[in-house]
């Protein structure tokens, strides 16, 4: 069964930075683009970063541009999304996503696998 775990999430101050990982079980993440997105409470999903499978190309909502920075670790079939200068807005349930051998852009496909979510909360 495929599967995709997030961890890391947490409560954290204003300014302060959390690691989040997505490790999969059951397929090979190095096959697949990923996908970070997030939801508060009452809003809509949001596209957070992804990572492409084909050139490795990054994307960062403009929000998250520069202090957000979405990795690969494939000999642990994990993705890491690192979060700095974490902001009260940064505040939702993260989740990662999946999708096999995309030949489009990380930003521009849509998702078959997704985990869980993982809870972040920035708040002083």
């Known amino acids: 069964q495929l599967q995709l775990v997030e961890s890391g999430g947490g409560l954290v101050q204003p300014g302060g930075s959390l690691r989040l990982s997505c490790t999969a079980s059951g397929f090979t993440l190095a096959y697949y683009s990923i996908g970070w997105f997030r939801q508060a409470p009452g809003k809509e999903r949001e596209r957070v970063s992804c990572?492409?499978?084909?050139?490795?190309?990054?994307y960062y909502a403009d929000s998250m541009k520069g202090r957000f920075t979405i990795s690969r670790d494939n000999a642990k079939n994990t993705v890491y999304l690192q979060m700095n200068m974490l902001k009260p807005d940064d505040t939702a349930v993260y989740y990662c996503?999946?999708?096999?051998?995309?030949?489009?852009?990380?930003?521009?496909?849509?998702?078959?696998?997704w985990g869980r979510g993982t809870q972040v909360t920035v708040s002083s």
């Open positions: 990572i492409s499978v084909i050139d490795e190309s990054t």
């Open positions: 996503a999946a999708e096999y051998r995309s030949g489009y852009k990380c930003y521009s496909i849509d998702y078959e696998y």
